[in-house]
């Protein structure tokens, strides 16, 4: 088992950022692709950001992609998503997830094995 922690979420104004923070527990040693996706209210779940650790590569959603980065920390237990330049169209729960031993890349939603609790962002206008 895999236990993650979101944190970092808020209220902010557009044009402010925040940087989001994913914490892995647990049986970690297998993790291949740690992954940031957003849930609007009324609209599905979407990615936005992966990271693979086993190639060292990021990928994003096209929306995002000039904004937000996703980096690790040196131990591989914490993904963070720095989002900048923020929109009110980027609220939503943000949730971070993990995809064990998995050499595909970047790996479809259904592939990631675990899943954190959310933490909101709100950005107003």
């Known amino acids: 088992q895999v236990q993650l922690d979101e944190s970092g979420g808020g209220s902010v104004q557009a044009g402010d950022s925040l940087r989001l923070v994913c914490t892995a527990s647990?049986?970690?040693?297998?993790?291949?692709?740690m992954g940031w996706f957003r849930q609007a209210p009324g609209k599905e779940r979407e990615t936005v950001a992966a990271y693979s650790f086993n190639y060292g590569a990021a990928t994003y959603r096209n929306s995002v992609k000039d904004r937000f980065t996703i980096s690790r920390d040196n131990d591989g237990t914490t993904v963070y998503l720095q989002m900048n330049r923020l929109k009110p169209e980027d609220t939503a729960i943000y949730f971070c997830?993990?995809?064990?031993?998995?050499?595909?890349?970047?790996?479809?939603?259904?592939?990631?094995?675990?899943w954190g609790q959310g933490t909101q962002v709100t950005v107003s206008s």
């Open positions: 997830a993990a995809d064990l031993n998995n050499a595909n890349w970047p790996p479809m939603e259904y592939e990631y094995d675990f």
């Open positions: 647990g049986r970690t040693s297998g993790m291949s692709t």
